[in-house]
């Protein structure tokens, strides 16, 4: 890793796209010991729904991933980082559920979905704003199956100072963004959350959308 200051303080930093030297991968140990918690406020729409699908796009160590599988749904892994897939999947083999998740390490930016999720989630995980944050986005609202439900947390960049220009996320642009996919907004926020494998809290903006009924399918 280039950057000057502690690898933990990167950890809900830079994106790969704007900062091409950022090591992701060095975050992480591949062996299942750096799964975080899961996150109970980007989870919680997903509580009521019946276990179906599910997208965790950037999903790290896994650790919503193998919450979401170990309520019975079939879950979808992707990141950009090979050690956090490997991590993902000795979470995964630990606790018995490799049989529902499926991980690959992509970019969130190229990778394309094949199937119809009926949740999708992107916790902490966007590239940086440019073509691979819409393209994430895009694919976010395309991966979801008409009536699916999407969760967004990303810090905020109208509160935080200490990312780079264009890291972090504005609760207009990604509701704006979404709308303009087809969406409905279900809550739009901006809040102090815990700040997960750190001490304390920070500030974030959470979006929950919804595919409406009368959508197609996945495009694209
Ligand atoms: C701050 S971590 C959050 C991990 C996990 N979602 C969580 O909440 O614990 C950001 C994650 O996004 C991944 N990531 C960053 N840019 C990405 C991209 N363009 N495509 C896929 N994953 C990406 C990183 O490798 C890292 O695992």
């Excluded at 264009?166 to 959350?193: K, M, N, P, S, W």
């Amino acid at each position: 890793m280039t950057h000057d200051t502690p690898a933990t303080d990167h950890a809900h930093g830079p994106g790969a796209a704007a900062h091409p030297d950022f090591a992701w991968d060095d975050l992480y140990t591949g062996d299942g010991s750096d799964t975080a918690d899961p996150d109970p406020m980007l989870l919680a729409p997903a509580h009521d729904l019946p276990p179906g699908r599910a997208l965790d796009l950037g999903c790290g160590a896994g650790g919503n991933a193998l919450a979401l599988a170990e309520r019975g749904w079939r879950v979808t892994g992707v990141d950009l980082a090979p050690r956090a897939i490997a991590s993902t999947r000795a979470g995964a083999c630990a606790r018995g559920l490799v049989d529902r998740i499926e991980l690959a390490v992509a970019d969130s930016a190229t990778w394309r979905p094949r199937t119809a999720y009926d949740f999708a989630l992107s916790s902490y995980a966007l590239p940086p704003r440019g073509p691979g944050r819409t393209a994430t986005l895009a694919t976010l609202a395309a991966a979801l199956a008409p009536d699916g439900t999407l969760a967004l947390g990303e810090w905020d960049e109208e509160v935080c100072d200490w990312a780079e220009p264009g890291d972090l996320a504005t609760l207009a642009e990604l509701t704006e963004a979404f709308t303009g996919l087809g969406l409905e907004i279900v809550r739009a926020t901006r809040q102090a959350v815990p700040r997960i494998q750190h001490p304390g809290e920070e500030h974030a903006v959470i979006v929950v959308a919804r595919k409406p009924r009368d959508t197609l399918g996945v495009t694209g």
